[in-house]
């Protein structure tokens, strides 16, 4: 067998530039782990005369991507040039010649995970993509390998950085979103067009890799219910704060016996638990397992080296199999037939806020309505609302079917008396689970 394991780099960006610092920075670790020395022999790019912040070699770099995909001279392609097309094609083709796949692409693995695998179950090739889902937390290995024993009922996840920086800011100082989201912008976290991360796009598709590893089913992005951030006021913040709780924008994956519900939405996370203090950019996914009980797993979900570590750490699981004669015969396809949860089946607490009239009668008909949907309340807070003729009421409920907070919500909506809905969210934590 070659003494040297040869990588196929496509991207020099964030991503591509840590890896080529960890391969360079960490060589002799590596080799020692592997018994093989690890060294980069293309780099594809777009712009061959960009400026880089590492020197590189001039004749590593090529703009050819089905050269490097054909080339003998590789064994391993690393994929950090990010989204769908042409990384999709770029990856399936360097399958299909033979080449091991390492990404970082959770777009492409969320929405295209499953034709990727079995190409390379096929090619017998080995597809690792620890990088996909919160950056440097090594949380698919845990899955796949720490969780391998165990049932796993509940994941819940903080995984994008964006929209927690920005929820956290709007904790901490009572700030706005459109004013948070601006310096978001401002300091590099939230891209120009920021809808993926602040709609609870890039969260859902992190969720659906997620919950197809740790549930053992082929959880598609479609079957991920997701909202996001776009709409969560200050005012909300601050009310829920008053009542015990943070907002996140959160990540829930949770299995009843055989049904499975997964989700991305802003949800009020009661204080006391692990996920409610996890602030700014970084990441955390809460993995609960039958016979473990509770873990967390906790750190950055993005930026140059944190991201690299597992990227490159995935290169050495991919040189070790080689080593061992064993590629493409690790990966467990899902096995479990996916029964997905109706709103029926969904059961939570919710958070309620209500400007109403202030008038004789009006908490009653509120209540009234709770009471024909089976809605229970926990707390509730009533006090003026612009002056006094009107008057916010804020409620948090006991658990409740999600078809049942919908209708209840629709009912509201008709009252009168109630002159806004003006938020609903789903609640985690506190005692009652
Ligand atoms: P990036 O900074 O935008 O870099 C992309 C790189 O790919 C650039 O070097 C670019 O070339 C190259 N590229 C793009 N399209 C290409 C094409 N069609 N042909 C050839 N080269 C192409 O992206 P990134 O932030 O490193 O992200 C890479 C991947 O990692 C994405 O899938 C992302 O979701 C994932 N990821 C990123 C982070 C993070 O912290 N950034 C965290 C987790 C996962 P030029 O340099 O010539 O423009
Ligand atoms: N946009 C993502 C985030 C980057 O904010 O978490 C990492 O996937």
């Known amino acids: 067998m070659n003494q040297t394991v040869r990588?196929?780099?496509?991207?020099?960006?964030?991503?591509?530039?840590?890896?080529?610092?960890?391969?360079?920075?960490?060589?002799?670790?590596?080799?020692?782990?592997?018994?093989?020395?690890?060294?980069?022999?293309?780099?594809?790019?777009?712009?061959?005369?960009?400026?880089?912040?590492?020197?590189?070699?001039?004749e590593l770099i090529t703009t050819d991507a089905m050269e490097l995909v054909a080339s003998p001279d590789i064994d391993v392609v690393v994929e950090v040039i990010g989204g769908i097309h042409p990384a999709k094609e770029f990856i399936l083709q360097a399958l299909e010649n033979g080449k091991h796949i390492v990404t970082a692409n959770k777009d492409l693995m969320a929405l295209h995970g499953a034709e990727i695998l079995k190409k390379a179950q096929?090619?017998?090739?080995?597809?690792?993509?620890?990088?996909?889902?919160?950056?440097?937390?090594?949380?698919?290995?845990?899955?796949?390998?720490g969780f391998s024993s165990d049932r796993i009922?509940?994941?819940?996840?903080?995984?994008?950085?964006?929209?927690?920086?920005?929820?956290?800011?709007?904790?901490?100082?009572?700030?706005?979103?459109?004013?948070?989201?601006?310096?978001?912008?401002?300091?590099?976290?939230?891209?120009?067009?920021?809808?993926?991360?602040?709609?609870?796009?890039?969260?859902?598709?992190?969720?659906?890799?997620?919950?197809?590893?740790?549930?053992?089913?082929?959880?598609r992005l479609e079957d991920v219910d997701s909202r996001g951030i776009s709409r969560v006021s200050a005012e909300d913040i601050s009310y829920a704060k008053k009542l015990g709780y943070e907002i996140k924008l959160l990540g829930i994956a949770k299995r009843d016996d055989n049904l499975i519900e997964v989700s991305v939405q802003p949800t009020l996370i009661h204080k006391s638990h692990p996920l409610a203090s996890v602030?700014?950019?970084?990441?955390?996914?809460?993995?609960?397992?039958?016979?473990?009980?509770?873990?967390?797993?906790?750190?950055?979900?993005?930026?140059?080296?944190?991201?690299?570590?597992?990227?490159?750490?995935?290169?050495?699981?991919?040189?070790?199999?080689?080593?061992?004669?064993?590629?493409g015969r690790g990966s467990v396809a899902p096995y479990q037939e996916k029964y997905l949860?109706?709103?029926?089946?969904?059961?939570?607490?919710?958070?309620?806020?209500?400007?109403?009239?202030?008038?004789?009668?009006?908490?009653?008909?509120?209540?009234r309505i709770l009471a024909e949907h089976d809605v229970s309340l926990?707390?509730?807070?009533?006090q003026p609302?612009?002056?006094?003729?009107?008057?916010?009421?804020?409620?948090?409920?006991?658990?409740?079917?999600?078809?049942n907070i919908v209708n209840v919500e629709k009912e509201l909506d008709k009252l009168d008396s109630v002159l806004q809905v003006k938020s609903l969210y789903r609640v985690e934590g506190g005692e009652e689970e």
């Open 7 to 58: 990588v196929g780099l496509m991207g020099l960006g964030t991503v591509g530039t840590g890896v080529v610092r960890i391969i360079q920075g960490h060589q002799q670790d590596l080799q020692n782990q592997t018994g093989l020395s690890i060294e980069v022999r293309r780099i594809l790019v777009q712009d061959t005369d960009k400026e880089r912040s590492i020197s590189i070699e001039k």
């Open 122 to 145: 096929e090619k017998s090739c080995d597809v690792f993509y620890e990088a996909s889902v919160a950056g440097g937390i090594p949380i698919l290995r845990a899955l796949v390998e």
């Open 153 to 219: 009922t509940k994941m819940m996840g903080i995984v994008n950085g964006t929209t927690n920086f920005i929820m956290t800011k709007m904790s901490q100082e009572g700030a706005d979103y459109a004013e948070v989201l601006k310096e978001a912008q401002e300091l590099g976290y939230a891209e120009a067009d920021p809808t993926a991360d602040v709609e609870g796009h890039d969260a859902a598709r992190k969720m659906a890799i997620l919950s197809t590893l740790g549930f053992h089913v082929d959880m």
């Open 279 to 327: 602030n700014g950019v970084f990441n955390a996914v809460y993995v609960y397992g039958e016979a473990v009980g509770e873990t967390m797993f906790y750190g950055p979900g993005a930026g140059e080296l944190p991201t690299a570590t597992a990227v490159v750490s995935d290169l050495v699981t991919v040189v070790k199999n080689m080593k061992l004669g064993v590629n």
């Open 341 to 367: 949860k109706t709103d029926e089946q969904i059961v939570s607490k919710y958070f309620l806020r209500l400007i109403v009239d202030d008038k004789r009668g009006v908490l009653a008909q509120i209540t």
């Open 378 to 382: 926990e707390q509730v807070i009533q």
């Open 385 to 403: 609302y612009r002056g006094g003729r009107e008057a916010e009421i804020i409620m948090v409920t006991h658990q409740a079917t999600r078809r």
